[in-house]
């Protein structure tokens, strides 16, 4: 006999401290409570209570089990009930949690820490939320939560180390930074391919600094120069105001008062592999290109250097990564980014899209928590699936994903580009060795994915047309008017026959992507 549920139901309004309950599971027996307190039980039977159970004797006609109901707030009601599970497995008792699933304790325990972290009984709180743990792991924002309070109870090498399990791109600098207008992220490139069925996929996520539309918006000008009446003829929806949305959402973050704020494109120069863009798109936006050398900062304010003296900044869409952008901060070899804008953008004087610190969302080890955000955060399902994901710091993951890692693709969490990959069906035993050997090293910087069989488009290569492998990045821009999602995006090709890898910098190219109206 297995997963038996009962319910304890004071009545509404009842105010409880706690209170025992001794259930014979086998004679289904409530006896006698005790520990009321201006309140009564009127009823026992299938359905939720707000308990935690605790097998506490094992008899030999059954299991005996004591629940304590735990106050929210003083004041119980009907709809904060949760459920109890007993699970009795081959005469051993198990201790499981309150919840007719695991969510539903989890649901329960977070209610009670909340109320805790309310009335300012941190530690209590704390407490609580360990406890969910013990249920999930995986669940980042209770790691997020539990990182929060530690640093406001001063502990912060316990803060860190939940923050580390979060991603390994977390900034201690950039906790507690409001962003302008408390948006974090005004441009975002989500990677999704189809599978062999034709589902549809979420890849992953891109939240730094996102590139590729400038090739969206290229593809689209060949088009139109090769296809003059092809695309009205078939409603194709333009993309052509992207530059001009764009621009507007980044004058909208301008802190001064002022009619022209200016707004500057940082790159990292002439070298870096999305050069091409960063150019393209302060061309079309009408706004400066700057390196780091282009600006200096005094007195927490960022300036330009332009031929006529010192011209204020308001607003940088910046394409340096977070490690180089202040060596005063972060890296401090680092020449592509600026001396002190770290502070400028801390005292609001200048606003930097995307948001430093970002890096902790779209880290690839975070990419399996997301469904379960969406859950927990927007009380739906999502509506795309996520590729299954491993995270190679659990060892049952490591032996899983270590004896078939021939149908497996492994990442390194903070690459991006195609860079620090490798795709099982592709490689060698040399390269396979390499990688557990890396795995091993540092697990925490690794995830395992199964390899999926992209879908395929039609490329007219020497001649012909060939299948080659292709995903889609769509582009989502967040302004003061919501989020609107450019009718387009990037379609990424493998080029080289039976490979599976889309992205430019490794040979990878690119299709004019339609939206029809």
């Not at 307190?37 to 008899?59: F, K, L, W």
């Not at 490329?459 to 008017?481: E, H, K, M, S, T």
């Amino acid at each position: 006999m297995r997963d038996q549920f009962e319910r304890v139901r004071p009545r509404d309004g009842a105010c409880l401290d706690h209170a025992h309950f001794h259930f014979d599971r086998v004679h289904g027996q409530l006896e006698q409570p005790g520990g009321l307190q201006n309140g009564v039980v009127d009823a026992v039977e299938p359905a939720p209570c707000i308990a935690r159970g605790r097998a506490v004797q094992r008899r030999a006609e059954g299991v005996h089990v004591r629940l304590e109901i735990l106050p929210l707030g003083g004041v119980l009601r009907k709809r904060d009930f949760a459920l109890l599970r007993v699970d009795v497995d081959d005469s051993r008792v198990r201790r499981v949690e309150s919840g007719f699933a695991r969510a539903a304790a989890v649901e329960t325990y977070t209610k009670v820490a909340q109320s805790y972290d309310q009335q300012g009984f941190f530690l209590k709180a704390v407490a609580v939320y360990k406890q969910i743990l013990k249920l999930d792991t995986r669940l980042v924002e209770v790691h997020l939560k539990l990182a929060e309070l530690y640093r406001q109870l001063g502990l912060m090498s316990d803060a860190m180390q939940h923050f580390e399990q979060v991603a390994a791109h977390f900034h201690r600098e950039a906790a507690g930074i409001e962003p302008a207008n408390g948006v974090r992220i005004q441009v975002s490139g989500i990677d999704l391919i189809r599978d062999h069925d034709g589902t549809y996929y979420v890849l992953e996520d891109n939240l730094r600094t996102p590139s590729g539309v400038s090739y969206m918006l290229e593809n689209r000008s060949i088009t139109y120069r090769i296809f003059p009446d092809l695309l009205p003829r078939n409603k194709v929806r333009s993309v052509k105001d992207y530059p001009d949305l764009l621009l507007k959402n980044l004058v909208n973050l301008a802190n001064r008062q002022k009619s022209d704020p200016t707004v500057v494109l940082l790159t990292p120069g002439i070298y870096n592999s999305a050069y091409f863009e960063h150019t393209t798109l302060a061309r079309m936006m009408g706004i400066e290109l700057v390196e780091g050398s282009d600006l200096l900062v005094d007195n927490h304010k960022v300036y330009m250097k332009t031929t006529s003296g010192l011209r204020q900044v308001d607003v940088i869409y910046r394409r340096v990564d977070d490690d180089f952008i202040d060596p005063l901060v972060f890296r401090g070899d680092s020449m592509l980014g600026v001396p002190g804008i770290y502070g400028a953008y801390r005292t609001g004087n200048v606003a930097i899209v995307n948001a430093m610190g970002n890096g902790v969302a779209d880290d690839k080890a975070v990419y399996s928590y997301v469904p379960a955000m969406i859950r927990y955060y927007l009380n739906e399902e999502p509506i795309l699936k996520n590729v299954p994901t491993y995270q190679l710091e659990i060892p049952e993951n490591r032996k899983l994903v270590f004896e078939n890692m021939n149908k497996m693709v492994i990442k390194k969490t903070n690459e991006s580009g195609g860079y620090g990959m490798l795709i099982g069906s592709a490689a060698t035993e040399k390269q396979m060795e390499e990688f557990k050997v890396a795995v091993e090293d540092d697990p925490r910087s690794y995830i395992a994915q199964p390899i999926i069989s992209l879908s395929s488009a039609p490329c007219y290569i020497n001649g012909i047309l060939q299948p080659r492998r292709v995903d889609l990045r769509p582009f989502a821009l967040y302004g003061p008017d919501g989020i609107d999602i450019v009718p387009g995006g990037l379609t990424r090709v493998a080029l080289k026959e039976g490979s599976l890898v889309v992205n430019s910098s490794q040979g990878g190219g690119s299709k004019d992507t339609w939206v029809l109206e």
